[in-house]
Structures are given as structure tokens and as C-alpha cells.
């Protein structure tokens, strides 16, 4: 609880909380006989904030630089 208490206060104290990482997107389309199609799109930019916890309605920027891909299912 303190660790995460700490984190918010660092978190909001800073000017450079957030930042932006390159997130690879693709649908993933359900097919007949239980197979799927993907269909890559446009690259995204997401912000995500440079904590330890996810703060201001982000995930922090360690975990989404290991999470690049994000797959979009279409039904």
C-alpha cells in the first residue's frame, strides 16, 4: 500500500508522467470451422505513464513496451 501511495505522488509530481510507445494493431477475424484471419492495420501511438502501478488511467510504459501487439477481434 505505501509502495503504490508513493508511486501516485512521484506519478503526479513529475512533468514527464506519460509517454508514448508504438503499438502494432491488428483484427483478428473469426472464420468458418473455427479459424481465424488477421488483418494487420495502422500502427498506434499509446500513452501510458512512466510509473510502477498504472496511474492517470494509464498502463504504466514497462508493461506496454513488453505488449507492443494488440489484436482487435472482429465478430
Known sequence: MLLYA??????HAR???TGQIVVHQFY????KGKKVEY??????NETCSRSIFPQMGYRPCWWVSGHRTRQIDVN
Open 15 to 17: 512533468r514527464d508522467a
Open 28 to 31: 483478428a477475424v473469426r472464420l
Open 6 to 11: 508513493g508511486d501516485f505522488v512521484v506519478a
Open 39 to 44: 488483418m494487420p492495420i495502422e500502427d498506434a
